[in-house]
């Protein structure tokens, strides 16, 4: 497939290496070929990007930590939409939001000042009072990469440290417990047994329940299991 004459003069533009010849960040964006509803990457308004941060700050904390582990092996071109957006937001270049600068984004987009405040303390997970990069790609990241059933069962597995098909309190505490208590990851089983309706005394995540807890009950949160017969892609338990 060709390549259009307006792809190809932005292409060109943001690789000029005088800076001062380079259009930034927010000048890209401005370009007809990512405003144009037609081009093969057409840019996510600015409402659909709050919307993304919106929703996250609802889920869970076990669904956010799974996110941004999905976000982190992304390559560089499915977070192209979220990466312009950062650096857009992001005035200062300082590799993170901070929240006058989540504000000033929203700013006339009729939400109130206390909407913005609770999403963004809710995204920042680490309670560093900024947004970082890695924060941002996650809280952006459409349901369509995150929901794909490989790579799912592969985060599950890498929770599940000790290979018993099922994640405990002591498997996320191998993998988390550099970045939360362990008050913090006995709340993320908790909420998710809540949710699943099981045993709420219980200290383990089987399967069914870790895919039910990502599809936040859809309603279909097993079809793609039981449509598609995944073998290679569905751990077994013990």
């Avoid at 941060?53 to 390559?75: C, N, R, Y």
Wanted: charged letters at 25%; proline letters at 3%; hydrophobic letters at 35%.
């Amino acid at each position: 497939m060709g390549v259009s004459e307006s792809a190809k003069n932005l292409v060109c533009s943001l690789l000029v290496l005088d800076p001062k010849k380079r259009p930034t960040a927010s000048e890209a964006l401005k370009h007809p070929w990512l405003r144009n509803s037609a081009s093969p990457f057409p840019l996510k308004p600015k409402s659909v990007i709050y919307d993304s941060l919106k929703e996250f700050s609802s889920f869970s904390e076990l669904k956010k930590v799974v996110i941004d582990m999905i976000a982190f092996s992304m390559s560089t071109k499915d977070l192209e939409d979220s990466t312009l957006w950062f650096r857009v937001i992001d005035k200062d270049n300082s590799g993170s939001i901070s929240l006058q600068e989540f504000r000033q984004a929203l700013k006339g987009k009729g939400i109130n000042e206390d909407m913005i405040s609770n999403v963004f303390e809710k995204i920042d997970q680490d309670h560093n009072g900024t947004i970082t990069f890695s924060e941002f790609l996650a809280a952006t990241l459409d349901k369509t990469k995150y929901l794909e059933d490989c790579r799912l069962t592969a985060v599950f597995k890498k929770l599940d440290t000790d290979h018993d098909g099922k994640i405990s309190l002591s498997d996320l505490t191998d993998a988390l417990g550099e970045w939360y208590s362990v008050s913090e990851i006995e709340k993320m089983i908790h909420d998710v047994q809540s949710k699943s309706g099981g045993d709420s005394s219980s200290s383990t995540v089987n399967f069914h329940q870790f895919v039910e807890a990502m599809y936040d009950g859809t309603g279909d949160y097993m079809r793609p299991y039981k449509t598609r017969a995944l073998s290679m892609c569905v751990p077994t338990t013990t």
